[in-house]
């Protein structure tokens, strides 16, 4: 029996000019998906109000479910300071993954 495991990650963009984040959850390779935000491929959505997005973190995940709930994890929190931290101390990054790795979470 062949089983395939999808990737998932969960990405957050930074913009410079307005200082804000943005948190998202994608199967596919953030490069394209932070080109996608760039190229207006989501129209009326927040990320196509600026051009200067760029890649601030990527955490790779074992399957879309974990990275959604990742995903909902960081936005709840509402806070830059935590962001920041996320990218600065990975530690965190392990616990979030391993909170979110039992299959009923």
């Known amino acids: 029996m062949l089983f395939y495991i999808m990737t998932a990650y969960v990405y957050i963009l930074y913009s410079a000019l307005d200082d804000s984040f943005y948190t998202g959850a994608t199967t596919i390779k953030t ?12 129209e009326n ?7 200067d997005w760029e890649l601030f973190l ?15 994890h960081i936005k709840r929190m509402k806070s830059k ?4 931290n996320l990218k600065k101390h990975p530690l965190i990054i392990g616990r979030l ?5 039992a299959p009923d979470s």
């Open 31 to 42: 490069e394209k998906r932070l080109n996608r935000h760039l190229d207006e491929y989501y």
């Open 45 to 51: 959505k927040f990320t196509s109000k600026l051009k």
């Open 58 to 72: 990527e955490i790779e995940c074992f399957s879309m479910k974990q990275a959604l709930l990742i995903e909902k």
């Open 81 to 84: 300071v935590y962001i920041a």
């Open 97 to 101: 993954k391993e909170k979110y790795s």
